[in-house]
């Protein structure tokens, strides 16, 4: 190459560095710009492959592999961990579920919640017709407390509603007084005791369990725990807010009763 050509090429190069520069600094015209781009285009790509190989020569795309495969493996670890997880959690369910004696009192199978319906008070559970799971079966949780009851059951999986629903209701009793009453769903994952006798003492703290007189649910499950007693002096009941032993957000599996074991 001859000293001329190779003065000329220094003088493109300065030049496109020029006008990038001026371009950076916003001073010179769209056109310009236009033009600067389209003359450093070149010498851009250039430099991109002349970096891509130097750190190619370096180890750079070894290493670029190296960190795809670290990642891949930490995403499986992570996928086996969570299942881990999902698995240290079943068990302690039917821990729960065994130490208050469950399994001896009732045919029973644990199942996902899939889906939760806020709006509506209601889960979907994996498992339906499948499992034996059919319309009108309790649920319930490993602490024994009430949960609701199956509505629609499909091949693989079922809807239940809560017993905060709003069509919800079921005979109750005051667990320290012995009192009966009704729990009433209110939607939004609330419960009223109500059709309480005015003659019938409670107070807040006490817990409300599932009756006998109901056929919905088997006898001293666990409803709620009052909040707020309601009383009027022209009603001959009295009513009180509840608060549901089942926490809707916090649940990721609950257990439908089959049958009784009597």
């Known amino acids: 190459m001859s000293m001329r050509n190779l003065l000329s090429r220094k003088k493109v190069v300065v030049g496109a560095v020029v006008l990038l520069f001026l371009l950076s ?30 750190s190619t020569f370096f180890g750079g795309g070894s290493l670029r592999r190296q960190n795809e495969t670290l990642v891949q493996e930490n995403s499986t ?8 997880q999902d698995v ?22 644990m199942v996902e919640i899939i889906g ?47 017993i905060s629903a709003k069509e919800s209701k079921l005979d109750a ?9 009704v729990v009433r769903g209110q939607g ?6 109500d059709l309480v006798p005015q003659e019938d003492e409670f107070r807040a703290g006490d817990v409300v369990l599932t009756s006998n007189l109901g056929d919905m649910f088997p006898e001293n499950l666990l409803i709620g725990e009052v909040e707020e007693v309601l009383k009027s002096g022209e009603n001959p009941f009295q009513k ?5 032993f089942f926490n809707l957000k916090s649940s990721e599996s609950v257990f439908v ?3 009784l074991n009597v």
Do not use: C, Y
């Open 25 to 54: 600094l916003n001073l010179v015209s769209s056109q310009v710009r236009g033009l600067a781009i389209s003359l450093s285009s070149p010498l851009q790509a250039s430099l991109w492959q002349a970096g891509n190989n130097i």
């Open 116 to 162: 939760k319906s806020l709006t509506q008070d209601s889960i979907v559970i994996r498992g339906g017709q499948n499992k034996g799971i059919q319309k009108g079966m309790p649920v319930i949780t490993a602490g024994k407390a009430a949960v609701g009851r199956v509505v629609e059951s499909f091949p693989t999986h079922a809807r239940v509603q809560l």
């Open 77 to 84: 670890l992570l996928a086996k961990l969570a299942a881990l």
């Open 240 to 244: 009180a807010k509840l608060k549901p």
């Open 188 to 193: 939004g994952q609330e419960l009223v005791l």
């Open 173 to 181: 009793k005051i667990a320290e007084s012995q009192g009966t009453g």
């Open 257 to 259: 009763i089959i049958s």
């Open 88 to 109: 240290e959690r079943e068990n302690k369910e039917l821990r729960g579920m065994l130490q208050l004696g469950l399994a001896e009192e009732f045919d029973m199978v």
